[in-house]
């Protein structure tokens, strides 16, 4: 026999998940329907508006994939690259190599566009790259969560719209907590995951993709190579037809529904406010510890902060006291910058002012010793 499920108290501030909202927690506890029935396909409409609203989109084609930020990474990928084309990627972290490995195993032409981890594209790179050799997508990690940079987004759309190509986001770790414009930015196809500034557990991918995006993807020369993610199939279910594709995870639905109720209750501007002045404080008082931060102000994201580990401190050391003493999850870096940074997430239900006094007065303690 196996004790009750009680895992210890945790504070999430690390990069997803973040904290879940009592709300949406309640809500994941209400009986099922069918994923067929009248009620859920209203419900699916509710979402689909609300994910509009997050998106800043008209877009149609505007739906949650069952699967993490990754499924939906993937559905990018899979369903507007057939072998050869080709895929310019900004890569500057470890998401948008992600993006590089998927586009090879569907048998794209690779064509990497590189800046240190941490760096962002300006436009006349990605121009001077365009002009050098179209390609049918173009993509970039909007909010890197792997080295704390924001991707700005001005100017970029047009710049691939102008040179035939589609213009393709991943903005995981910005939707609910900085502003995603997909329309006014001219985004094509764009991803996210639930567990980071929407605050829901992870298992849902909202996506939207733009009508000219579409027309590209119901031009295939074939059928798209993964079923799971094939969207049109998937759009059958979202849109009119309600054709049975795979049983939608129905509690992870009603997770989404309220987390994005809260979204829409607090009002995008506030929201990405709160996120701003959290992340301003947290930038304080990390200055004020003497420690430095990773990526230069300009560029700098509020949902996720990435610290410069003292060369006299254990990196691991400090994690594991911080979740054994004060119960706080950060992690460490990933690939490039395993063991050189801490990255802190404050996302979503986690970005609050105390969470941030409580992190600082933490680390002070352990730096201290
Ligand atoms: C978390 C994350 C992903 C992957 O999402 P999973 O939910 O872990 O599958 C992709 N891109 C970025 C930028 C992320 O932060």
Redesign the pocket.
């Known amino acids: 026999m196996y004790p009750d499920l009680n895992p210890g108290p945790r504070i999430l501030l690390g990069?997803?998940p973040s904290e879940v909202h009592p709300r949406v927690l309640r809500a994941m506890a209400t009986p099922l329907v069918g994923h067929l029935d009248p009620e859920f396909m209203l419900i699916l409409d509710q979402i689909q508006r609300l994910l509009r609203y997050v998106f800043q989109t008209e877009n149609e084609l505007t739906l949650a994939l069952s699967?993490?930020?990754?499924?939906?990474?993937e559905a990018a990928v899979c369903n507007w690259l057939e072998p050869g084309d080709s895929i310019l990627v900004g890569v500057n972290g470890y998401?948008s190599e992600?993006i590089c490995e998927m586009a090879d195993r569907y048998g794209a032409r690779v064509r990497r566009l590189e800046q240190p981890w941490g760096a962002v594209f300006a436009p006349e790179v990605i121009e001077a790259a365009l002009r050098e050799e179209p390609a049918k997508v173009v993509a970039l990690?909007h909010?890197?969560?792997?080295t704390g940079a924001l991707q700005p987004m001005q100017e970029i759309g047009e710049i691939v719209h102008r040179h035939g190509g589609l213009l393709l986001i991943?903005c995981?770790?910005s939707l609910g907590g900085l502003p995603v414009k997909i329309d006014e930015w001219g985004v094509d196809i764009a991803y996210s995951?639930s567990?980071?500034c929407l605050g829901c557990p992870?298992g849902l991918?909202p996506f939207t993709a733009s009508p000219r995006a579409r027309e590209v993807l119901h031009s295939r020369r074939n059928k798209v190579t993964n079923y799971y993610l094939d969207l049109t199939l998937l759009e059958k279910y979202w849109g009119k037809e309600r054709v049975y594709h795979h049983t939608a995870p129905i509690s992870l639905y009603y997770a989404l529904r309220e987390g994005l109720r809260i979204v829409q209750e607090e009002g995008l501007e506030a929201r990405f406010a709160r996120h701003r002045a959290n992340a301003a404080r947290l930038w304080e008082g990390i200055e004020a510890l003497d420690l430095a931060l990773h990526v230069p102000e300009p560029h700098r994201l509020p949902s996720l902060t990435t610290v410069v580990v003292p060369s006299n401190v254990d990196d691991l050391a400090v994690r594991q006291r911080l979740l054994n003493e004060y119960h706080i999850e950060i992690a460490g870096g990933l690939g490039a910058l395993k063991g050189k940074i801490w990255r802190v997430g404050l996302m979503g239900h986690s970005s609050r002012r105390e969470y941030v006094t409580l992190l600082l007065a933490a680390l002070r303690d352990i730096l201290q010793r």
Request: no cysteine; proline share 8%; glycine share 20%.
């Open positions: 990069p997803g699967g993490t930020g990754t499924a939906g990474m998401f992600r990690v909010a890197e969560t792997s991943d995981v770790t995951g567990q980071k992870p991918s």
